[in-house]
C-alpha cells in the first residue's frame, strides 16, 4: 500500500513541480522581456525543455491539464490518473502564480494572464487556441508518448511551445492562465482558454491514436 501510494505520488509532485516553473519563469518573463515576443516565448520554451526532460520519465512530463486530456483520449492513461495530473497542474499554477504576486504585484500577474488581442474575438481565439494546442499534444505524442521519438522529446516539446508563443502570444496570450487568473481574480474571456485546448488536445489524441499509434492502448474509462 506504501509503495502504491509513492508511486501515485512521484507524477504528481513532478507535474505540480513542472507546471509551477512554468508559470513562475512565464509571468516573471513576461514582467522584465514586456512586448518583446521572442524572449517570452523562449523563456516558455525552454522551462518545458528542461522540466520536460527532467521529468519525462516520472510522468510524461505533462505541464498542461490539455496535454493529459489528450493523452487520455488517446489512452495512454488513465481517467483516476489524468485527474490527479489535473489537480497537481492546477495546484502547481496556482502556486506558482501567488508568489509572483508577493513579489510584483496584481497588475503584473494581470498582464502576465493570457488575453485576447485587440481585435481578436473569442471565437477566433478559441480557434487558435485549439489548432496551437492540437500542435503541441500532438508533438507530444510523437516525442514523448511514442518510444520511437522519446529521445528528443523535452526539445521537440518546448520548441513547439516556442513556435505556439511566437504565433499565437500577440493574439491569445498563450493557454496557460488558470493559475494567474486564479491568484489575480482576473477572468476575462477565461472559457477561451480551457474550450480551445481542450478540444485541440483531443483532437490530437484521436488522430494519433486512430493514424499514427504503432500499438494504439485501449482508451482507459474506469480508475
Request: with cysteine; aromatic share 10%; glycine share 14%.
Amino acid at each position: 500500500m506504501i509503495a502504491s501510494r509513492h508511486g501515485k505520488f512521484r507524477p504528481c509532485l513532478a507535474e505540480f513541480i513542472e507546471t509551477f516553473a512554468l508559470i513562475f519563469v512565464g509571468i516573471g518573463a513576461i514582467k522584465t522581456a514586456g512586448t518583446d515576443v521572442l524572449a517570452v516565448a523562449l523563456a516558455h520554451g525552454l522551462t518545458i525543455a528542461v522540466f520536460v526532460s527532467a521529468t519525462m520519465h516520472i510522468s510524461g512530463g505533462h505541464l498542461n491539464p490539455a496535454v493529459t486530456f489528450g493523452v487520455l483520449c488517446s489512452g495512454h492513461i488513465k481517467l483516476a490518473d489524468a485527474i490527479r495530473y489535473w489537480i497537481s497542474q492546477l495546484l502547481g499554477g496556482i502556486s506558482g502564480a501567488l508568489i509572483c504576486l508577493s513579489l510584483f504585484s496584481r497588475e503584473v500577474v494581470i498582464t502576465g494572464t493570457p488575453q485576447l488581442g485587440i481585435g481578436v474575438t473569442p471565437a477566433q481565439a478559441i480557434l487558435i487556441e485549439g489548432i496551437l494546442t492540437f500542435f503541441l499534444v500532438f508533438v507530444v505524442h510523437g516525442t514523448g508518448v511514442d518510444e520511437r521519438g522519446q529521445r528528443i522529446a523535452g526539445l521537440a516539446i518546448g520548441f513547439t511551445i516556442t513556435l505556439d508563443i511566437l504565433f499565437g502570444g500577440p493574439l491569445t496570450g498563450g493557454a496557460r492562465v488558470f493559475g494567474p487568473a486564479v491568484a489575480a481574480n482576473f477572468w476575462t474571456a477565461h472559457y477561451v482558454y480551457w474550450v480551445g485546448p481542450m478540444i485541440g488536445g483531443a483532437l490530437a489524441g484521436f488522430v494519433y491514436r486512430a493514424f499514427l499509434d504503432p500499438n494504439p492502448a485501449p482508451a482507459e474509462k474506469t480508475p
